[in-house]
């Protein structure tokens, strides 16, 4: 299985950034473009803005990527 590059997740993740919007009502467009499709980076933000716990933000983010196919 070949692993994406960063130029091809990122791609990949601007094709979701209208679905993420739907997700996370509270983020911003820019500022879910500026997380490049990094989980960690989009779990932070979830996180501060919904003001919920570092693994609750990282379960809603793997199940977005998933369901999404991000990754």
């Not at 791609?11 to 509270?26: D, L, M, N």
């Not at 473009?33 to 983010?61: C, N, P, W």
């Amino acid at each position: 299985m070949k692993i994406p590059s960063t130029d091809e997740i990122k791609g990949r993740w601007a094709q979701h950034i209208g679905a993420a919007k739907v997700a996370w009502g509270e983020l911003t467009e820019d500022e879910i473009l500026k997380t490049d499709g990094h989980l960690q980076k989009l779990s932070g933000m979830v996180q501060e803005r919904y003001a919920i716990t570092r693994d609750a933000a990282d379960q809603q983010v793997k199940n977005f990527f998933k369901k999404h196919k991000v990754q």
